[in-house]
């Protein structure tokens, strides 16, 4: 609860984070930067001279810092990012399972014909599953073969089983295509 309530501490703690490690960075190179300067150097033209690459070399060192520094925290929160998007699609993807359901639930009970009730479930699977198709079968004991009972598709005006034969056998081995 005090995660979800405070999450943004989180991404305020890696702010003070990388700025305390640039703080302390920042403080040593100088520190130590200036202390190296006058003992290699006595002449205080030169010193300047010095100071002033010193200074430079500053800005390239604390920007690559910054650089890996940023560039860690943010790819965290890419990484959270896409972890959430993750998800957010598979929760839409069971609720739109879960609304198909409840209709399949409500045409089972509402329905008394077998064959308008197959239709159902196959359009309510198309409608609210997200299905492009979904078709029933009935195992024909004469052909030894499932058969298309009803059947449903997202096309406008197509039948996906109306031409279908299963090539699967009643004891659920794959028969050989016939020639």
């Known amino acids: 609860m005090l995660a979800g309530k405070f999450g943004f501490l989180h991404l305020r703690s890696r702010a003070w984070w990388i ?32 100071s002033v690459y010193k200074g430079f070399g500053f800005v390239v060192v604390t920007s690559l810092l910054l650089l890996l520094l940023i560039r860690r925290a943010f790819g965290k929160i890419e990484d959270g990012y896409i972890e959430l998007t993750t998800h957010k699609g598979e929760i839409e993807r069971l609720t739109r399972l879960y609304a198909a359901l409840s ?7 509402w329905t008394s014909d077998r064959e308008k009730l197959f239709a159902r479930i196959c359009s309510v699977l198309v409608e609210y599953g997200g299905f492009r198709m979904a078709w029933i079968g009935w195992h024909d004991e004469e052909s030894r073969r499932l058969a298309p009972v009803s059947d449903s598709s997202s096309a406008a005006g197509s039948s996906p089983c109306s031409a279908a034969r299963s090539p699967w056998r009643a004891n659920g081995r794959r028969e050989a295509p016939s020639p």
Request: overall charge negative.
């Open 103 to 109: 209709q399949i639930n409500q045409a089972i009970v």
């Open 19 to 50: 700025a305390g490690i640039y703080a302390l960075f920042a403080t040593l190179w100088i520190y130590y930067s200036d202390r190296a300067l006058g003992a290699f150097s006595p002449d205080s033209e030169l010193m300047l001279k010095w």
